[in-house]
Structure formats: C-alpha cells, structure tokens
C-alpha cells in the first residue's frame, strides 16, 4: 500500500546488502593525475546545496551482495583484516559535542573510475562537489561497525570531497556508539595515495556556529541544535572557508583482529541495507497562525479566536513551495502545520535578510490537553483547539544574509511542527521550507481484504506505523527513543514478513541482538545501543523471533549460525531452577508489562515452556534431534511444577505468582501458547478470558499475544473483540499505533502494527507450515466476517493468493500456490492436501 508520496524506486532482492553506486557522466581519457592548487572552487548560489557548472548530479544505487556472511563468505575487502587507509580526525578537537569538516581537494588529467568504502564516529555526511552524495554510517556496535561502498567515476578536472562529521557524544541518541571522533574513507591501493585517509592530503577543520543543549524530555534522541548563521562557515561543503588544517592519522582501518590478537576500535564491515528513502513531503496544510509575546509557547493553548486567516494564504502558498513568506520588523509569529500524516524527515528551512531574528522549529505528534511534561492525555489527534504544543525541535539565527539554506544533523517526527518567527529590526524571508522523508524503504508488496469496513480503514495506520518505526535498525518508537527493543523487534519482523519479500532489517535485528549477548547468556534489551540494559524475557522472545524467522523465510546457515545462541540464552533460564524446580527470573529490569516479571513469575515460567517447544523445533530444524529432547525433557518436568505453583482453582486462572492474586491476560496467553496447560484447565481458563473478570488486561504489545491466543482456542469473539483496540486508535485521529493504552506517550509504536500480521496469518490464515515456506498451511479464521481476500507475497517467489466467502454454514474459496509449493487447507469439516497452482474450494 502506498502512503500517496510516490515510490521509493526499485527494491533489491530479499537478502540483499547495501553497496551503493555514485557515478559522474563519463569523459574522455586522457592526461595524468596531478595535486590541486589551493584556489577554492566558485560557489553557485543558495537555497540549493550547488553543483559545480556542468557537473550532474549524483546518483546513488543498490547492488546484491549478503548481510552478514560467514566470515569465509564475506566480501575480499573486509577479509584484508587491515585496511590500506587509517581513521584520520581533526586536531585539537575539544570534548562533544561538535561538528567537524573533511577536505580533499585534487586534480586529475584522466578520467578516474574507484571503489571508496566510507565511514565516520559518529555520523557524515559526504559532499562531492559541493553536491550531497549520501549519509552514513549504518548504525551498528563497536564489532560491526557500517561502512557504505561507492562506485564513483571522476571526470578529468579539479575536484573536491567534503564531510561533514557529528561528534554528539554523550547529546547523541542512545542507540548511537561511538570509539571517538574520526572519519574514513578507503580507495583501492592504486588509488590510495591520490583518496584515502592516511594517505591523501585530507584536511580538516571545526565547524562553527553549532549549539546545543539537553532534551527537553525526549531522552534516547538527539539533542536539540541551534544553527547560527554570522557563525557558519558557509561553503564549506565546496570547501570553501579558512582554517582547514591538515589531519591527524590515528589507527589503521581493519575489519579483524590486528596484529598479536589485539582488537581494533572498530571491526568494520560493508553496510547491509539499501539507502533511506529521500524525498520531499508533499501533504500538508496550515492549522493556525498567531501572534505571540513570548518564545515560551509550551504554555499557550492554540485558540482559533487568535487565528491570522489573513495570513493563511501565504503560510499555505510556502509550505505548498509556490511563494515565500515575509515577516515584518519587530514581529513573532506562532505557525502551526498539519502534515496530515505521521513523518520523519530533514527539515530545510531557506532564509533571506532576518538579522537578529530566529525561526524555530518543533514537532509533536499530537497536541495535548495539558501544557505538562508527564501528562500525555492528547484526546482526539486530529484537534487542536484549546490543546497546547508540547515538542522539540531545532533553532536557526539568520544573519541578514541572502540566500541561507538551514538544515539538520538528525532528522524530526511526528504529524505537527510548530514554527515559530522572531524578527528584529530587519525584515525576515522564508523562501523555502521542505520536510525530506527519511526512512527505511519498506513498502507494501501484499494485499489483503478483510471485508470489514472498519478493520480494512486501520491499514493505511498500520502500515505507516511500520515504516516510521523502520530506519537502520527497528526502532519502538521514532519520537522517544529510536532503539530497537526485542519485544518490538520481534513483531515488527512478523509485520515486515507479510509485506515484503525484503528481509535484510529482520535479518540484521537478528544479528545485532545475538551479538548483545552478555556473559550471563542473556541478549541487550536494545541493541545496537551505548548504554547497555537487560529485559530477562525479552532474551526468550528473541528466540521466537528466530523460529519464526526460520519458518518465514528459507536461511538455513543464517539460522543455524544464531542458533548456539538461543542455546545461551535458555541455559541462563534453566541454570536458575531452584530446590522447589522452578525458576528464578534472571537479574534486569523486571517491570516492563502489566504483571509480575521478577523473582517467581508466571510469566517467566509459561513464556520459557512455550520457548522452550520453539526451541526444540529450530534445533530439530537445523539437525540437533538430541538437543531438541534435551528441551522437552525441561519442559516436562517443569510444567506440572508451573501449573501446581500459579493455578487458582476459584478462579481458573494461572496467577501472576505463587503469593500473588493478580492475574493477567499476558500470563494466561503464554500459559495456553506454551502447549502444556492440562486439558481439564484449558477449557475453564478459555471461559475466564472470554468472561475477563478479574484479569489485567494486556497492552497494546501484548494483545497481540492475546490474538494468537484466540486464535489458538477459536474464540472469535475476543479475538474481533481485541481488534477494537485498533479501531478506536483510527477513530482518535491516530495514523499510527500508539505505545499503549490511554493516555500513551507514544503516538507511533509498530509493535502496534501487529494486526496487520494478524490480517495474514490469521484471518486468512496463511502461515508456514515447514522450515524456509517450503510449504504452507491455510486455516481461515473469519469468524464474523462474510469474506475475506488476499494475496502473500512468497520469499521463493510468486505469490500465495486466498479468496474467501461464506454461504451459510459453509466456507467457499479459492486458493493459488506458487511453483513448487504444496500445502494443507485446514476447514471445520476437515482438510485437503493443496497442490501448486490454484484449488477451489
């Protein structure tokens, strides 16, 4: 499905990885290379980043080539062990956060095709030719540290590569590592002396003008800048400017150990994904236009009586791009914009004139009914009136100058920016102002049809929540904290299975959270990420993950190479069994959920049961038949022990612990996922939830536990009754998932994506029925619903087509495999083997 900005090109492959392709148009050959002189290059004028005269522009694209190989399968380069090219930095740098600049400056007589591999601490940004050509680095950890491969072909002439670096440190988003400040940039030994650091004569110099203070309240973001033009020093990505000084060398590049087994700062290894989307935002409108007497707006409610309709028109004509705004001397002006959708994206913001004034902008994702921090009751998200404008954002200071082009180190989210004017005693133009989305390129290749009005209108919520939570990892949440939980990670790869055939996020999910593993065993909560914390079962959901990873997709070295892992992982469980036979929940943060995590805890004991059995599985899958007995022999001996320690006979329900009364929905989804409830509970413990009497409802990440829980014992009722959650979501004005039940921080959690999943493998009821999808299983389950349509994309190709419709008692339809897939058609009144092609039922 299509968010309406257009398409983000071509999709590679699935299991592809990024290898990016820069070309200039070709010339001829000839003459020699040669240094450049020190003339800087002539500067075309602003708001747009300028092209040297005749050059075109850029163009980036993706090439094949796999995520995370075996060491003997990656590429020649990263096998080198040492690179030919060292990290360089600029001198004297002070601590972060800064904001630095590289320069090289060359002549070449010939024209000059290479291969540059480039990478940076923290983050670039890499100019040719005063032209942006990409951002980087991919975000990972210290031991697989992204780096972004170029093919890029020079013509004969003078040329010039900038980057532009962020050094943040501790005011960088959390889930950014960082050894120290320092850039790369790797050519081919031929080319080494002429491009590479420690090589080239790369100079460097501190980027003035930069501010930057604490978050307001977000905490795992970036830092808010102020950006000051009488301090920039504009041009520099032409290079441009003084005080450019040569670099300092530091340590050789290397993608393993180095010599006498020591390890370098950074394994790097070749980027995995496909460049960001990057394009304009094209929706949007003006809600409100006001003067204002103070910069503190936090505290003033919007009110339409203080609306400037007079000034609408122009507001709306810049935000369209169709003509500038000018703010008068001695003016403040309070401008709220709707983007109608929710947005991650580089704001620009080009000015004329404005000495002494400022323009801020800020985002939200909502407005609230409070002007508190903590206070998150937002009401219906599509109003704004008597709400107030709680966000965070950043702050340009014109210097009078014409034209200045004002961008971000980082990009903005939400549905709402609130831009706010200052003039002095000079008059300030806004010529241009542009959102550039960035993202993950995740799109929707499958299709499907509920045939429900209201379960149909929460995809375009859906689907949209999912891509702004998918960058260069997942993330939770992009306004809050930008870091990639397991428990979310875990449904947002189910999600991203249904959609797309792409698997390269998923994968990397995978690998970056087994390589968090501490010495317990036990994965990071979130990793990639600076400051490390432990989520006990979140570590056994990440071995769901990889089952379930293993039967969506066919990667069966990549799973078997994960797989000791998940062994880790279950030891650090099954070493806790005390004398009693029940385990104590590992050390970490133990209050994530609506019930007892810590210390003796249903949660833990029936989550690590239905683990347990998907671990048996994934070894059986990949050939360890002795492990797989080993798992269910625990599983048998601790589930009777699990149902004697936390049933309540009154009640028919497993309590959250022993001492506990609480009971939870959470509990009794893992207790009938795990496959061991004894079959004289099962069925009171379906009538309790059906009933909900006393039980803690589960959120907005564990209802989807709860779906597959319905699912499993066909109560269509509390499954479609579930599914209100989402309703009500859309019908507040939302257009993504929220974080949890009101009142939510978070307007835009994809572990609330999940019904979109559900669509698929429930309703439809499509699901892999053996390792890699080599063959499939189809047990629908409308309940209510009069019919149901849809077509799966298959991760081998073609795709899996199912129509339904109900007569009566009876369920009608038709089926369509693709090319040598087999499967099984599950119905109330029985089964039927499922050839390739098409079967009618």
């Excluded at 972004?148 to 013509?155: K, S």
């Excluded at 407005?367 to 508190?372: A, K, M, S, T």
């Excluded at 702004?468 to 299975?497: I, K, N």
């Excluded at 990549?558 to 892992?565: E, I, W």
Aim: hydrophobic share 40%.
């Amino acid at each position: 499905m299509s968010d309406g900005q257009g398409s983000s090109g071509p999709q590679p492959a699935a299991g592809v990885a990024r290898r990016t392709v820069l070309k200039l148009s070709a010339a001829a050959l000839g003459g020699a290379v040669v240094p450049a002189g020190a003339t800087p290059l002539g500067r075309a004028p602003a708001p747009v980043v300028p092209e040297r005269p005749g050059a075109p522009r850029p163009r980036w694209t993706p090439q094949d080539s796999s995520p995370f190989p075996a060491f003997h399968e990656r590429t020649e380069w990263d096998r080198q062990g040492t690179w030919n090219a060292s990290w360089v930095r600029c001198p004297d740098l002070p601590r972060p956060p800064f904001v630095t600049a590289y320069r090289l400056r060359f002549e070449i007589g010939a024209r000059l095709e290479t291969v540059l591999r480039v990478s940076a601490d923290e983050r670039y940004e890499l100019f040719l030719d005063g032209v942006r050509a990409g951002r980087g680095s991919e975000r990972g950890n210290l031991e697989s540290w992204f780096y972004e491969t170029n093919e890029v072909t020079f013509e004969p002439g003078e040329h010039t590569l900038v980057a532009r670096v962020w050094s943040l440190g501790p005011y960088a988003p959390i889930a950014q590592v960082t050894a120290g400040p320092g850039f790369l940039l790797a050519a081919p030994e031929e080319h080494e002396d002429l491009l590479s650091t420690g090589h080239a004569p790369w100079e460097a110099k501190l980027l003035d003008g930069y501010a930057f203070e604490p978050p307001v309240y977000v905490w795992g973001l970036s830092t808010p800048m102020t950006l000051d033009a009488a301090r920039f020093p504009w041009g520099f990505e032409q290079g441009e400017g003084e005080g450019w000084r040569e670099v300092e060398v530091a340590e050789r590049a290397a993608s393993r150990l180095l010599d006498y087994g020591i390890a370098p700062p950074r394994y790097l290894r070749a980027g995995t994904l496909p460049p960001p989307v990057d394009r304009p935002w094209t929706k949007g409108r003006v809600r409100h236009v006001s003067p204002i007497d103070t910069l503190d707006t936090i505290s003033l409610p919007v009110r339409s009586a203080e609306h400037l309709e007079s000034e609408e028109k122009s507001w709306t004509a810049l935000l369209a791009g169709t003509a500038p705004v000018t703010v008068p001397p001695r003016t403040r002006r309070r401008v709220i914009l709707d983007l109608e959708d929710y947005l991650c994206a580089y704001p620009e913001v080009v000015t004329s004139g404005g000495a002494g004034g400022r323009v801020r902008a800020r985002w939200a994702e909502a407005l609230r009914l409070e002007p508190e921090m903590w206070e998150f009751e937002k009401g219906n998200r599509d109003e704004i009136e008597g709400k107030f404008f709680f966000g965070m954002g950043d702050t340009f200071l014109p210097d009078g100058e014409a034209p200045r082009r004002f961008d971000t180190l980082w990009w903005a989210c939400g549905r709402y920016v609130e831009v706010v004017v200052e003039t002095q005693e000079d008059p300030l133009t806004l010529e241009r102002l542009v959102f550039h989305e960035t993202r993950h390129p995740l799109e929707m290749e499958s299709e499907v049809t509920v045939g429900d009005e209201k379960l149909d209108a929460l995809q375009p919520m859906l689907v949209r929540g999912m891509q702004m939570c998918s960058h260069e990892t997942f993330f939770d949440c992009p306004y809050f904290e930008q870091m990639q939980y397991v428990g979310d990670a875990r449904l947002e790869a189910l999600v991203h299975y249904v959609m797309t055939r792409d698997d390269r996020l998923p994968r990397k999910a995978l690998y970056m959270i087994d390589d968090s593993r501490n010495a317990s065993g036990l994965t990071g909560s979130r990793p990639p990420v600076r400051q490390r914390q432990v989520i006990p079962w979140f570590s056994l959901l990440y071995v769901g993950m990889l089952h379930e990873h293993a039967l969506w997709r066919d990667d069966p070295a990549f799973v078997g190479h994960l797989v000791p892992g998940a062994r880790a992982i279950l030891d650090a469980f099954l070493e806790r069994r005390g004398g009693d036979g029940l385990v104590r929940t590992p050390e970490g943060w133990s209050d994530t959920e609506r019930t007892t995590e810590g210390g003796t805890s249903g949660l833990t004991h029936w989550l690590l049961l239905w683990t347990l059995g998907l671990a048996a599985e994934l070894e059986d899958m990949v050939g360890e038949p002795e492990v797989a007995q080993r798992y269910r022999r625990h599983a048998d001996e601790l589930a009777p022990l699990a149902d004697a320690a936390f049933w309540d006979e009154r009640r028919a329900l497993y309590r959250d612990a022993p001492d506990h009364e609480d009971c939870s929905e959470l509990v009794q989804a893992f207790a009938v996922l795990s496959g061991r409830v004894p079959e004289g509970h099962q069925a009171r413990l379906a009538e309790a939830l059906v009933a909900g009497k006393d039980l803690r409802p589960a959120s907005v990440h564990g209802s989807y536990y709860v779906l597959e829980t319905a699912r499993a014992l066909g109560l269509a009722d509390l499954y479609f009754d579930r599914l209100q959650l989402w309703v009500d979501m859309r019908e507040r004005g939302l257009k993504t998932p929220q974080e949890s039940r009101e009142p939510t921080r978070s307007d835009c959690h994809a572990w609330g994506s999940s019904p979109l999943f559900q669509f698929f493998a429930t309703i439809l009821g499509i699901r892999p029925a053996a390792p890699g999808f080599r063959r499939v299983e189809i047990a629908p389950f409308l309940g209510p619903l009069p019919r149901a349509s849809g077509r799966l994309v298959h991760p081998a190709g073609g795709e899996i087509v199912v129509d339904l419709r109900r007569e009566g008692e009876k369920l009608h339809g038709r089926v369509v495999l693709p090319e040598g897939v087999r499967g099984t058609l599950r119905l109330p009144d029985g089964t039927r083997e499922l050839p390739p092609g098409e079967s009618v039922f």
